[in-house]
């Protein structure tokens, strides 16, 4: 029980620097500006969320290749293939949550 607050904290640091990256680049209006050089919105925002979400899937990578190096029988064995999509698919909801909390 001891080492379940370490994965959440490792997900939470790299969620408050993306939402500090996101209020940084709204007061220096980084977005306006590409956007007047003709960048689309559509390609800023796949660009944002596609560096963010990589970063994000290196510690799920790490998270899953710990379980599989000191996990037990009950993680390993049948319910590994839904830690991997889990751990996969939570760092969307997290850049999501992030994205949100940068608008406030």
């Known amino acids: 029980v001891g080492l379940a607050i370490y994965p959440p904290m490792a997900f939470g640091i790299s969620i408050v620097a993306f939402t500090l990256q996101l209020v940084r680049e709204k007061e220096v209006k980084t977005k306006h500006v590409s956007l007047a050089q003709g960048l689309q919105v559509r390609s800023f925002w796949l660009g944002t969320v ?7 899937v290196l510690n799920s990578l790490i ?9 037990d029988e009950k993680l390993t064995g049948s319910g590994f293939p839904l830690i ?16 949100n909390f940068s608008m406030l």
């Open 63 to 71: 998270l899953v290749s710990a379980i599989l190096i000191q996990g």
């Open 84 to 99: 991997l999509v889990e751990a996969l698919i939570y760092p969307v909801c997290l850049l999501l949550m992030a994205y």
């Open 50 to 56: 596609m560096a963010h979400y990589l970063v994000n």
